[in-house]
C-alpha cells in the first residue's frame, strides 16, 4: 500500500550537486522516519542520513558537512541535497520509510547516483 517514488538520480561531475525527491503515498508521512540508504556494487546497502517525524537528522560520517536531508510534510516528500559529489559517492539510492504505526518499512525503487571525474 506504501509508494514512495523517487526522482533526482542522475550523472554528475565531481564537484557538482543533485537534489533527490522521495514522494510518499499510502502511510501518514509526517508521523513516519524517513532516511536514504545507498548500495555501491559489492557493498551492503547502507544508511546516509535519516530525518525523524520532528526534524531531528543524522548521517553517514562519510556525507557529513555535503548532504542534507529534508523534508515537506505538506508535499509527503523528502529531499537529499548532495553538494559536493565525489566519485566514492556512486551508488543507487534509495528512498526508505518505517511507518510509526506498524514499524513496516517501505523502499523506494531505487536510482541511480554516478559521479565523474
Known amino acids: 500500500q506504501v509508494r514512495l517514488v523517487e526522482s533526482g538520480g542522475g550523472l554528475v561531475q565531481a564537484g557538482g550537486s543533485l537534489r533527490r525527491s522521495c514522494a510518499a503515498s499510502g502511510t501518514i508521512f509526517r508521523d513516519n522516519a524517513m532516511a536514504w540508504y545507498r548500495q555501491a556494487p559489492g557493498k551492503q546497502r547502507d544508511l546516509v542520513a535519516r530525518?525523524?517525524?520532528?526534524?531531528?537528522?543524522n548521517y553517514a560520517d562519510s556525507v557529513k558537512g555535503r548532504f542534507t536531508i529534508s523534508r515537506d510534510n505538506a508535499k509527503n516528500t523528502v529531499y537529499l541535497q548532495m553538494n559536493g559529489l565525489k566519485p566514492e559517492d556512486t551508488a543507487v539510492y534509495y528512498c526508505?520509510?518505517?511507518?510509526?504505526?506498524?514499524?513496516?518499512?517501505?523502499w523506494g525503487q531505487g536510482t541511480q547516483v554516478t559521479v565523474s571525474s
Open positions: 530525518i525523524t517525524s520532528v526534524g531531528s537528522t
Open positions: 526508505n520509510s518505517i511507518d510509526y504505526w506498524s514499524g513496516f518499512p517501505s
